[in-house]
């Protein structure tokens, strides 16, 4: 009888040992395939990239700016505003932004999420937070006052719209199978993605050559 029980035991034990085993290679396996889904590379073509029209406002940002220096003024808030910019104007044309995006190329899903890592860190945490949120402070400067609620507005909205994207990508390429994500949706939510992090930059482009065409309005009305 002992025996008997000990071969009975032993049998449950190799079966639940096999169950185990098959389980855990058929989640291997989706999880391979899913990897393999996410890293697929897409296409960007020169007509699909917002890369044009935000090089055009850096532009349009180099020539205000110095515009401005061409005037010499003296005004102490709008010096340093001019200053300022010319810092975030730096930040916004850097290595990792979208600025040095290479047009006609494949980009798989870590590269899209590298450039609105880098909006974060870059624009949002350099050239916005260290430059340009002193105009939403408690004491803003007075020649700027105005500005304050639409980019206090647009700089959540931005930030908001940007966190999702990139925690969307980072959850869609995660070593998670997910019976109801094909390879199209995958690939339409990275497009999408990518959409929403370009608009993202170019919406902080716009933010920023407001702030240019406002600094020389307002040096000329000193000046005149």
């Not at 945490?125 to 006052?145: E, G, Q, R």
Request: hydrophobic letters at 35%.
């Amino acid at each position: 009888m002992k025996k008997f029980i000990r071969e009975y035991l032993r049998v449950i034990a190799y079966t639940a040992t096999g169950l185990v085993f098959g389980i855990a290679s058929f989640y291997l396996l989706m999880n391979y395939y899913h990897s393999e889904e996410v890293s697929k590379p897409l296409y960007i073509s020169q007509n699909d990239v917002d890369y044009t029209e935000y090089k055009t406002k850096i532009s349009k940002i180099d020539e205000n700016l110095k515009r401005f220096d061409s005037m010499k003024s003296k005004n102490d808030e709008l010096k340093t505003m001019y200053s300022k910019l010319i810092s975030c104007r730096t930040v916004m044309d850097g290595d990792k932004t979208l600025s040095k995006l290479k047009v006609d190329n494949y980009f798989k899903p870590v590269d899209i999420y590298q450039l609105g890592s880098s909006f974060q860190s870059e624009v949002l945490n350099i050239c916005w937070a260290m430059h340009l949120s002193y105009l939403t402070s408690d004491t803003p400067p007075v020649s700027f006052k105005e500005y304050a609620p639409y980019i206090s507005s647009s700089v959540k909205s931005i930030t908001n719209q940007i966190n999702f994207a990139l925690d969307e990508i980072q959850n869609n390429s995660s070593y998670f199978y997910t019976t109801n994500i094909t390879s199209s949706t995958i690939r339409n939510y990275l497009k999408s993605d990518y959409s929403i992090i370009t608009d993202s930059y170019n919406e902080f482009a716009d933010i920023v050559l407001e702030l240019s065409e406002s600094l020389n309005e307002k040096a000329g009305e000193i000046n005149d």
